[in-house]
């Protein structure tokens, strides 16, 4: 059975993984105008992940517990808003979108009922919250809803991971805040809305929720490099 510092390693070695597939495909999308690459290679990334844990699938509904089902369900939906966007705008768009997001809560409140909470859960939720936001980023983007600067929400998570390689231990759990998880609801929440507002709305809507996750993220890599600072930050990947 592995040691939760060798299941964090794993997780965190397919994050960085993650990371690496959604440049290439995001570049693929602003070289060709494709999402298609984007699309295949989540599915790919995620099926990947849920195979490695394939040992702790405690129960029969499908990867772990019925919690990671209801997160597979989102995951696939926000794909799906891909296809959906190319013949849907406003707010049949925005609909879709809350339904996934409404599944949010939903896995997370099965987990707590069901006592079925797992490390891989965690980062199965966390990461389709950042496809979500990448692929909503994408989508206004490309519906012209926002400019260009909107594909830095999405983005900004999987800069973030760049820098962790330098100041976070792969062994160690990548930490969840309580200001995160809110200012990422909010965030969510916003880009969800966004096909459905006036422009005018928008307007002021989507640079409050930018500037909120800059906070967010900013403080998270002010306390990431406090926490390097005690150990080394180029000593935090040590060798097996």
Not at 100 to 111: I, P
Not at 137 to 166: C, K, P, T
Not at 175 to 190: D, E, H
Not at 203 to 228: D, Q, T, V
Request: net charge neutral; aromatic share 14%; proline share 6%.
């Amino acid at each position: 059975m592995d040691t939760p510092a060798k299941t964090n390693q794993t997780l965190n070695q397919w994050v960085r993984l993650q990371a690496l597939g959604i440049a290439v495909s995001t570049g693929l999308f602003l070289a060709s105008g494709a999402l298609v690459p984007f699309q295949v290679w989540n599915v790919l990334a995620f099926s990947l992940l849920a195979y490695w844990f394939r040992k702790t699938w405690r129960f029969a509904l499908f990867p772990g517990s019925l919690p990671n089902a209801i997160t597979w369900v989102r995951f696939l939906l926000v794909l799906a808003l891909i296809p959906i966007s190319a013949t849907t705008e406003g707010w049949e768009l925005s609909l879709v979108a809350w339904i996934s997001l409404s599944l949010d809560g939903l896995d997370g409140l099965a987990a707590r009922r069901l006592n079925q909470q797992s490390v891989y859960g965690e980062y199965f939720d966390k990461e389709a919250d950042a496809v979500f936001v990448l692929t909503m980023s994408l989508i206004l983007f490309d519906q012209d809803v926002a400019g260009g600067w909107i594909l830095g929400f999405g983005l900004i998570r999987y800069a973030f991971l760049a820098l962790e390689y330098y100041f976070k231990p792969l062994q160690q759990k990548d930490p969840r805040t309580q200001y995160g998880r809110i200012i990422a609801g909010i965030v969510m929440a916003a880009m969800a809305s966004a096909p459905a507002l006036p422009p005018i709305v928008n307007s002021f809507l989507l640079p409050a929720a930018g500037l909120l996750l800059a906070y967010s993220f900013g403080r998270s890599f002010a306390e990431m490099i406090a926490a390097g600072k005690q150990t080394g930050p180029f000593q935090s990947n040590p060798p097996d």
